[in-house]
């Protein structure tokens, strides 16, 4: 079959026509698409503290036993404040296992805060 | 003058005359729904896409910038839309063994009938091809041989068009060929 043949078989297509009802159809469905209020959007700005405190959360409970693991890194420069504070209450936060304590308690908060945060909004809207 | 009438009444669906949209729908069906049966072949199943697309065109009207014909924005939208749903729809094609047999079946007396079968089975054999060769051979013809419009529905290079062009008609011509030779050798 030929190049030519093939333009002439797909080229020839005869046209279809829409059903006589298809244009009030299509105009129904439009109709009912604009009457139709528009989805709920999810309340970014009121879910934004609960989002952060996971975040948090998160960083508490992967880098402060990795921090606390592993050894001082070889200081590049050398620095103008003094951190060997942090270094020793991390210590002694570690030796509490306070982490854990505040991941209890930040997960408590906004378990609670966040259901109540939600609330307010939908009030106040 | 079509294009004047479809700035036109966008505008006033932006402004809130929904009515406004049945121009565009009466101006725009036919050429949506045999774009549509093209990529399905099947007529009620390419109305129902076409009026998805239609929907799908009312909800992003505002997304059309005026650089651009509306009936290109319109097009692309179609196509796009049309491959993605036949591709997550079981496949309803001829099975190429049936395409052989309609385009070898001989019989003088049949002469004008093997003929609309044959193009009824070279048609269907395009839709058996990989996607990209399918999309740009289904596009070209439908804009009437027009290489820059497939390019600007598809929304590639016309260098890709004519390449894909190339490369679906020789796998077509292949397809068809081989599958008649191994046919009349079966019937050996």
Redesign the interface.
């Known amino acids: 079959?030929t190049?030519q043949e093939?333009?002439d078989?797909?080229?020839a297509?005869a046209?279809?026509?829409?059903?006589p009802g298809?244009?009030a159809?299509?105009?129904r469905?439009?109709?009912r698409?604009?009457t139709t209020p528009p989805p709920i959007r999810f309340p970014w700005v009121l879910a934004l503290p609960g989002v952060m405190a996971w975040g948090l959360t998160l960083v508490l409970v992967f880098a402060i036993p990795w921090y606390s693991s592993s050894p001082p890194p070889a200081p590049a420069f050398r620095f103008r404040f003094d951190f060997s504070w942090v270094q020793s209450a991390l210590d002694s936060l570690r030796h509490l296992q306070a982490g854990w304590i505040m991941l209890a308690v930040i997960l408590t908060i906004a378990c609670v805060s966040f259901p109540l945060r939600l609330i307010r909004g939908r009030y106040r809207n | 003058m079509s294009a004047r009438e479809d700035q036109a009444d966008v505008q006033r669906v932006l402004r809130g005359d929904?009515?406004a949209?049945?121009g565009i729908?009466?101006r725009w069906?036919?050429p949506l729904?045999?774009l549509a049966?093209?990529f399905c072949r099947d007529?009620s199943r390419?109305?129902e896409l076409?009026?998805e697309v239609?929907?799908k065109a009312?909800?992003a009207l505002r997304d059309w910038r005026q650089e651009a014909a509306f009936s290109t924005w319109l097009f692309a939208l179609a196509t796009n839309h049309y491959r993605t749903a036949i591709r997550s729809e079981p496949s309803r094609f001829v099975a190429i063994e049936r395409m052989t047999e309609l385009v070898t079946r001989g019989g003088d007396a049949y002469d004008g009938l093997r003929e609309r079968d044959?193009?009824q089975s070279?048609?269907a054999a395009?839709l058996a091809l990989p996607a990209k060769y399918r999309d740009a051979?289904t596009l070209f013809?439908f804009h009437?041989?027009d290489v820059s419009a497939t390019a600007r529905s598809l929304g590639v290079p016309e260098g890709t068009i004519k390449a894909r062009l190339l490369r679906g008609?020789g796998l077509?011509?292949a397809k068809?060929?081989r599958d008649v030779t191994g046919l009349r050798l079966e019937e050996v």
Do not use: C, W
């Open positions: 079959m190049d093939l333009d078989i797909l080229g297509e046209q279809i026509e829409p059903t298809f244009t159809t299509v105009m469905a439009v109709h698409e604009a | 929904i009515s949209f049945e729908v009466k069906q036919a729904v045999n049966y093209r007529r390419a109305e076409a009026q239609f929907l009312y909800r044959r193009d070279v048609r395009v051979l013809y009437e041989m008609r077509l011509r068809l060929t």
